[in-house]
């Protein structure tokens, strides 16, 4: 069984929730403030070979900066990168982090063949992410062994604002003055239905990092052309 890690306290303990179609909802009965994203199939704290381990979850990127106008035209940058790598609009799933950035998801169902655990998932996503690199992308949440979590969909922030989904058309509108009023309040957006429209164009980027990380090629720099 693969599974995924939730805290219900600021810095409380990680616990371990199983990774079902109903997680999210599960998640949220047992009062998670946070959650892991990727899902494991072995206990990081018991494994002695951290290679051994299997993820499985979305593709992710979280762009921070100081400067918020950066952190908007970055994520803008990288929408616009997605997109030329086949991601339907309807694949790109936006959040305002509530602090000063952004959340960008692709579900796996638009690149990956199947939905079986791959090791060194976090590995490969981060290559992914040096090659679509943009300013104020953070690396360090691709770490591996349980992972980095993220707030749910409306989770509430210790400071009083919310990471809330956005849609694509408020992304490109967007300035630091509705992104202080957007974070304010949950926001009733729903994510599409789900679609059989997939990016052929991601998943040969994913391929292509696999064998990165693989082959111990890892690329040491950040703004990499996509065709390297």
């Known amino acids: 069984m693969n599974y995924r890690y939730i805290q219900t306290e600021e810095k409380g303990k990680w616990i371990p929730l199983a990774a079902t179609k109903d997680f999210d909802q599960e998640a949220l009965k047992k009062g998670a403030i946070r959650a892991t994203i990727l899902a494991v199939n072995k206990d990081p704290d018991h494994t002695e070979d951290p290679d051994d381990i299997g993820y499985i979850g979305p593709l992710y990127f979280d762009i ?15 929408i616009q990168k997605l997109r030329e790598l086949d991601v339907p609009d309807v694949g790109l799933e936006i959040y305002c982090s509530g602090s000063k950035g952004f959340h960008v998801i692709v579900q796996p169902t638009k690149f990956l063949p199947s939905s079986r655990v791959i090791k060194r998932l976090p590995n490969i996503y981060m290559e992914m992410a040096r090659d679509l690199y943009v300013l104020g992308l953070d690396f360090h949440v691709y770490s591996g062994g349980k992972g980095r979590m993220f707030r749910p969909v409306n989770g509430l922030r210790p400071d009083g604002r919310y990471r809330v ?18 974070v304010t309040a949950p926001r009733d957006l729903q994510l599409p239905g789900p679609n059989g429209s997939t990016a052929p164009a991601l998943q040969m980027l994913f391929e292509k990092a696999r064998k990165r990380v693989q082959n111990k090629q890892i690329l040491r720099g950040t703004a990499l052309p996509i065709d390297q």
């Open 165 to 182: 989904r956005i849609t694509l058309d408020e992304l490109f509108a967007m300035t630091p003055e509705i992104y202080a009023a957007t």
């Open 64 to 78: 921070d900066s100081a400067n918020l106008t950066v952190a908007i035209q970055s994520t803008q940058d990288l």
